[in-house]
Nanobody, 123 residues
């Protein structure tokens, strides 16, 4: 499966952005879909993911309550709604996919990656 993330940009602290991840095929019945981010000089970190079929979502503590993962009914697009953004949310955001239902938060466990999209939050 091929992935393409989009929707990044520059926003002031407290603002919102919605990222999209377009998949080359329907993924929601078979793939765990994740969002990760990487800030300059830091390792890639888990943001959240959605489990196939059930659509259950899980988030890192740093974004819980502010970010929401959702999907479209066709099963081709995953979204990351980011509210109450903080300067520390500044990073390149990536979507990723792993076949099967897994709750791993390790980016090394995801086989499919899209090109990232830059999110910059100004103070």
């Amino acid at each position: 499966v091929q992935l393409q993330a989009s929707g990044g940009g520059l926003v002031q602290a407290g603002g919102s952005l919605r990222l999209s991840c377009a998949a080359s095929e329907p993924t929601f019945n078979n793939y765990t879909m994740g969002w990760f981010r990487q800030a300059p000089g830091k390792e890639r970190e888990f943001v959240g993911h959605m489990i196939p079929r059930s659509g259950s979502t899980y988030y890192s503590n740093s974004v819980k309550g502010r970010f929401t993962i959702s999907r479209d009914n066709a099963g081709n697009t995953l979204y990351l709604q980011m509210n109450s953004l903080k300067p520390e949310d500044t990073a390149v955001y990536y979507c990723a996919a792993r076949y099967g239902a897994h709750r791993s938060r390790n980016p090394n466990d995801y086989a499919h990656w899209g090109r990232g999209t830059q999110v910059t939050v100004s103070s």
